[in-house]
């Protein structure tokens, strides 16, 4: 490597603020070996690793914490339910809703959505209504619209991409109508990184009346999100993609409309009498927190969001912006290597193909020189068919991957170009 590229690698990580050498200490798992290689991870979009902070923090809690919540007098009882309800205040400042009763616990991006879809949606999608989404979507914010819309006979409308991974506002000016019931739209694609400029796009949709979700499962991990700047109706993210465990995810939502939306599941703890003729419920967020919840997750989350905290989200924003601009350009110098999408704003993640390897060979292949990426369809396929690709491997960055991973990257990139050509 030249010593210009090294100091400019210095620079740009001084320049993030971000002191990656100790952060990386907080990840243990980053220290293991893969065959006989350092594990170079780069598939934080499908998870995150956890720092230390969370996995102890998970510990202390079974350890010295463990009852179930809102419902003893006993001590274990109301010291499990205060972390749980600290983490509650925690998600809400740091998203800046207006309140934490605006912060649902559900199992994460997935579960929000179609909990979204079948309160709300059910309640207000009617026949020949239209719900928006766009070409860009993970399955989870396509699939449970089209149940919606076949139940209630309302049709799914689809913003088209431009050949760069970007959405074409022109066409999202014509596709929003008097029909439109909701626009519901990821804020970063996780499949080729775009970033959409929801801002604009909810302005415009509110002008309508419109109601607006944000699929913020790979935007929470990456950008500094302001709920009540952004002004959107339903945010959905999931924990495990932002340093926090599996199994625990955030639907906010505007406290009025969260009020309006019926139950999801009933069961335990959503109630306030129950008998058999009539059952009344509580108010949100209680009223969609059926059973018992994922206490632990709830504390562990927490504790990332602690963690994302103490080093900063504009810094680690700063970090990985450099990083997504150092990887475009070193892949972009192997010869038959290809990036899907050249957006203005990628975060997060990109895509390319290699001449003559399949993704699954790529992604083999890498492996085998201890960097792990996701190779598929990214569980967004009319996305890989406007694209005219069956998949493609994937390459997701956070706050503890460096300069050298990415080298290592190109490296392994140009072996596979090697045995394929
Ligand atoms: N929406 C987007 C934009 C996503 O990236 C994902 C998960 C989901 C929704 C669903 O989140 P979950 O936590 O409920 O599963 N994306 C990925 C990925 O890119 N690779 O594995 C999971």
Redesign the pocket.
Known sequence: MSETVSQSQLNSTLGSGLDVDAVRRDFPILDIQVGKKPLVYLDS??TAQKPQQVTDTIQRYYMMQNANIHRGVHYLSQSATDAYEESRRKIATFFNAATPDEIVFVR???EAINLVAQTWGRTNIKKDDEILISELE?H??IVPWQILCEEKGARLKVIPIDDRGRLKLDAFEKLLTSATRLLAI?HIS?AIGTVNPIREMIRRAHALDIPVLI?G??SAPHLPIDLQALDCDFYVC?G?KLYGPTGI?ILYAKYTILKSMPPYQGGGDMIQTVTFEKTTYKAPPERFEAGTPNIAGVVGLGAAIDYVQNLGRDRIARHETDLIAYAEDRLATVPGLKLIGSPETRAGALSFVIDGAHPHDIGTILDSEGIAI?AGH??AQPLMRRLGLPSTARASFACYNTHEEIDALEKAARKVQKLFN
């Open positions: 979009a499908a994460g991006t997935t993970h989870a914010n990821t996780n699929d499962a790979q999931s495990h995810g996701r990214h569980c």
